[in-house]
Nanobody
């Protein structure tokens, strides 16, 4: 059974930082590219960042370029999302997904407010 479990969310003031983790089990992690998505209240889920299976290729939404960093540790079956200079517009539930699959985590809430 495939499981993706996100952690690391929480409340942070504008300008702050958080690091999200997504631990995978039940799949051969090194075979999958991984993605982070987010969904804010009343909005559609959007792709935030993605990383190739080996970790050498990354892509970001324009709204987070230069502030967020996606990375992975294949030895730990974990993908990360480092988030700096957070803004209130970054408030959302953040989900990880194994690319091109229906394997999603349940999400972790990130709230940016003063």
């Amino acid at each position: 059974q495939v499981q993706l479990v996100e952690s690391g969310g929480g409340w942070v003031q504008p300008g702050g930082s958080l690091r999200l983790s997504c631990a995978a089990s039940g799949l051969i992690f090194v075979n999958y590219g991984m993605s982070w998505y987010r969904q804010a209240p009343g909005k559609e889920r959007e792709l935030v960042a993605r990383i190739s299976a080996a970790g050498g290729i990354t892509n970001y939404a324009d709204s987070v370029k230069g502030r967020f960093t996606i990375s992975r540790d294949n030895a730990r079956n974990t993908v990360y999302l480092g988030m700096n200079s957070l803004k209130p517009d970054d408030t959302a539930v953040y989900y990880c997904r194994a690319r091109n699959t229906d394997y999603w985590g349940r999400g972790t809430q990130v709230t940016v407010s003063s």
